[in-house]
């Protein structure tokens, strides 16, 4: 059985950071690519990064490069997204995701999802 638990969302002003936690749990996730999805109200779920289990390798939504930063510790199967520079529409729920190819996370048809943790950005 796999587990992806997100924590870290939260209520930030504009320009402030957060930072997002996803636990994974339940099997080997070396041959993976583990990514964060977003959901804002009323539109689709919308790709923001992801990064290759096994060699780091990252991937990056245009809207949030230079901003966010994706990362994981190997050891303690965590998986982060740093969020800076915030802005109101970043607001969503994200979402953190695994498959094992990386275009079903572009397409938000991932394998394995959390249950999100909300990101409120106030202007």
């Known amino acids: 059985q796999v587990q992806l638990v997100e924590s870290g969302g939260g209520l930030v002003q504009a320009g402030g950071s957060l930072r997002l936690s996803c636990a994974a749990s339940?099997?080997?996730?070396?041959?993976?690519?583990m990514g964060w999805v977003r959901q804002a109200p009323g539109k689709e779920r919308e790709f923001v990064a992801a990064?290759?289990?096994?060699?780091?390798?990252?991937y990056y939504a245009d809207s949030v490069k230079g901003r966010f930063t994706i990362s994981r510790d190997n050891a303690k199967k965590m998986l982060y997204l740093q969020m800076n520079s915030l802005k109101p529409n970043d607001t969503a729920v994200y979402y953190c995701a695994a498959d094992k190819y990386y275009p079903n996370l572009v397409l938000s048809r991932a394998d394995y999802w959390g249950q999100g943790t909300q990101v409120t950005v106030s202007s």
């Open positions: 990064i290759r289990w096994s060699s780091g390798s990252t």
């Open positions: 339940g099997r080997t996730f070396s041959s993976y690519v």
